[in-house]
């Protein structure tokens, strides 16, 4: 989900439909002019985010006969539809996987981030001719920005992640991510232009079942997670927290748990640095899927339950 306003949040709806809520009324409205997208497995209609007028969606486009992959969508804004809606980007690799879509989108200055996971496929993350288990940046329009390392794409922001599905731009202006480990091992990382994440040569994690992945550390080359998780909470959306509805939160980050149904909130330091974590809306909400902060210092809490919405949060019982 990301906020038109202060009143008005688009929805994303994996199947394949966009909802525009009005907070105040709880009045929703479904946005035409979408993209056709292919609800498969982990993939669909994912994420959207807003700048001015113009849309952007990330979503899982069919290719070929049994074969999909990502794309980003542009389009523009009036009233409940889009129009001059055209991909900005379609990743290189397709497969008939339904796994390891990732694909959370910020906004910063004129450039476009997406994270894209390795669909599957823990190989291609280590393939900087691959966009699978990546994170891009490009023009708003599209266009590719000058490679990180020589080797690269030029569209090719890092390398190494497993399946990122929680993305957010931090006061400093640094880029944080996090993503799904294996069994154990979910992380949360600073990223930097031309860094490698690790996966699968790196892994706080095991194989399902026991057993090791790659090592437990990073050697030169690569770059260590700011925060890990053992076990995995399956991390979803996540925000920093800068409002003064909740005080006791403030200069957090919020990462929401689809595994344990909760909101973690992670304390950060004066160099902002995690330091220590507690646990908000234990089992209230559901699976959690996206976290968003209104200007207000309200939460807006997305969940994905067969009977669930969108919530706004303005007070947590102690």
């Known amino acids: 989900m990301d906020a038109i306003d202060e009143r008005a949040v688009l929805v994303t709806s994996r199947q394949g439909a966009i909802f525009k809520i009005d907070i105040p009324s709880s009045q929703t409205d479904e946005v035409r002019g979408i993209p056709d997208s292919v609800a498969i497995g982990q993939g669909g209609l994912l994420d959207v985010v807003v700048r ?27 009233n409940d539809r889009l129009s001059n809606g055209k991909d ?21 200055d004129d450039e476009l981030y997406a994270s894209l996971g390795d ?3 823990r190989f291609n993350a ?31 922001h890092s390398i190494g992640h497993r399946n990122p599905q929680g993305m957010t731009l931090m006061p400093n202006g ?13 992380e949360i990382n600073v990223i930097q232009r031309g860094r490698n994440y690790g996966w699968p040569v790196v892994s706080y994690g095991e194989e399902y079942g026991g057993g090791e992945i790659g090592l437990s550390y990073s050697p030169e080359g690569y770059t260590d997670p700011i925060w890990t998780w053992v076990p995995s909470i399956a991390p979803s959306g996540m925000s920093f927290y800068s409002g003064d509805m909740f005080p006791e939160i403030k200069g957090s980050l919020l990462v929401g748990s689809l595994k344990f149904r909760r909101i973690y ?3 950060l330091n004066e160099k902002q640095q995690p330091i220590s974590e507690s646990i908000w809306l234990d089992k209230e909400l559901g699976r959690i899927r996206d976290i968003a902060v209104m200007k207000d ?8 339950q067969a009977d669930g919405g969108l919530y706004r949060i303005t007070e947590v019982k102690k």
């Open 88 to 108: 900005i980007f379609v990743s290189n690799h397709s497969s008939s996987a339904g796994y390891h879509f990732g694909c959370r989108l910020v906004i910063h």
């Open 297 to 304: 210092g309200s939460i807006l809490v997305l969940n994905d």
């Open 119 to 121: 669909r599957g496929d």
């Open 174 to 186: 640094e880029l944080w991510a996090h993503e799904h480990g294996p069994q154990g091992g979910d």
């Open 265 to 267: 909130s992670v304390k």
């Open 126 to 156: 280590q393939k900087p001719d691959n966009h699978a288990g990546s994170i891009i940046r490009i023009s708003l329009t599209g266009a590719a920005i000058n490679s990180a390392q020589d080797d690269w794409l030029p569209e090719i």
């Open 52 to 78: 001015n007028s113009d849309i952007y969606l990330c979503y899982t486009k069919q290719v070929a006969t049994g074969r999909y992959t990502t794309a980003i969508f542009k389009a523009f804004l009036t």
